[in-house]
């Protein structure tokens, strides 16, 4: 008995170390960049940085920058163009 015990959890401990090597667990977050909310983070702040940097010209700055970064990271529809911030 304690013999199939001990095979069980090797086992159970094998599969869980080749989990890691094959992006099952991504403990150091090796392919984030691979993530469907990290692509969408991306393409809503790089879109939305180049809407503001239309619309406000010589007035875009680095804080518009972090603010629509920070908005982007809460909620990847941010529009630009809505927010009552810069109308």
Excluded at 17 to 35: E, H, M, P, R, V
Excluded at 50 to 79: F, Q, W
């Amino acid at each position: 008995m304690m013999k199939m015990l001990f095979n069980i959890m090797t086992v159970v401990f094998c599969l869980s170390l080749s989990a890691c090597n094959y992006g099952i667990f991504d403990w150091n977050n090796q392919n984030i960049d691979k993530t469907r909310a990290y692509k969408e983070k991306n393409a809503c702040v790089s879109s939305q940085q180049n809407i503001a940097r239309t619309i406000l010209g010589s007035n875009y700055n680095k804080a518009v920058d972090d603010d629509i970064y920070y908005k982007c990271l809460e909620t990847p529809s941010y529009k630009f163009k809505s927010d009552p911030k810069y109308r």
